[in-house]
């Protein structure tokens, strides 16, 4: 199996690379900065990955970067009709209107987090929203001080599945000044500091008790895992747009 990986100088992109050489999965590293990278048997310049796809048995691409970059990327693919798995996170509405277009053609997988345990996480938040109404919920994400978007990618889509859940509907980011809580309220609370690699923490409060649900990432080799397992998984689908929670249920 062969998988291009984009960003391949950044967090991300130097795990997966690291992780699929120990697995034994080809990689071609796409870098605007790399030449050479030890575990990829190539590398290319983004501006060369559509004649790449062309060209060479490129079963799946994995790619973590920046919304305006993975979508150029996704063009690439529709193109060669090359499986896309997508874990960058911040896209805005119209770049998602992009995405769902692109899996009119390829299959795609785009997932917020590619960590096993936070699809538990969702799977306990939803259960806990249903079962606790009228509870106060509160959502805090930490992350390193190099992440650009806030909040994260995960929070947001714990948030829409609190929002399913309960009739808390208003997203309050951080409180400042005389601002006391009202019914309807998701405090959403966001910290950068450091090298944590993902804390995701939603907390349910009322009638004299509070119950946290807690996910934290250890290593970024989580993400990585997933979004491998991941791209064997896609590579068999027809298009369409897929979730995570599909492939861990097949694997
Ligand atoms: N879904 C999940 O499980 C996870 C998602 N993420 C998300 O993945 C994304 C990347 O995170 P991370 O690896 O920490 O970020 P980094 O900043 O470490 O790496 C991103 C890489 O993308 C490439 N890149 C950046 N800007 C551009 C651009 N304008 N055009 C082309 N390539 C570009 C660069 O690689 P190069 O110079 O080599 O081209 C850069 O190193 C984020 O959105 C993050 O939220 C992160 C972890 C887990
Ligand atoms: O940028 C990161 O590092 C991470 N981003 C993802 C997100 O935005 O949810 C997933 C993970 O928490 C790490």
């Known amino acids: 199996m062969t998988i291009a990986v984009t960003g391949a100088s950044g967090r991300m992109g130097r795990s997966i690379l690291g992780l699929a050489s120990d697995r034994g999965v080809e990689t071609i ?9 030890d575990e990829a048997a190539s590398t290319c310049q983004p501006e060369d990955l559509p004649s790449v796809l062309a060209e060479q048995s490129v079963d799946a691409l994995i790619d973590f970067t920046v919304p305006a970059a993975s979508v150029e990327f996704l063009d690439a693919c529709v193109d060669t009709e090359t499986p896309a798995v997508i874990g960058t996170t911040g896209f805005e509405a119209s770049e998602l209107d992009r995405i769902e277009r692109a899996s009119d053609v390829v299959p795609v997988l785009r997932a917020a987090n ?3 345990g936070v699809q538990g996480l969702l799977a306990l938040v939803r259960e806990a929203a249903g079962a606790l109404p009228g509870y106060d919920v509160e959502l805090t994400e930490t992350h390193h001080n190099g992440k650009r978007d806030a909040p994260s990618g995960t929070a947001n ?3 829409d599945a609190i929002e399913a859940e309960t009739d808390a509907t208003e997203r309050v980011y951080g409180r400042d000044g005389i601002q006391p809580r009202s019914d309807g309220e998701i405090g959403v609370h966001v910290r950068r500091a450091g090298s944590i690699r993902g804390e995701h923490e939603v907390v349910f409060a009322g009638n004299d008790e509070v119950l946290t649900l807690t996910h934290r990432a250890e ?14 998984w896609l590579a068999g689908q027809e298009p369409g747009q897929y979730a995570f929670s599909e492939v861990i249920a097949d694997t």
Do not use: I, K, N, P
């Open 219 to 232: 290593s970024r080799r989580v993400f990585a895992a997933g979004a491998l397992d991941a791209a064997t």
């Open 157 to 159: 889509t714990l948030l």
């Open 114 to 116: 590619f960590a096993r």
């Open 29 to 37: 590293a796409v870098s605007r900065t790399l030449t050479d990278v």
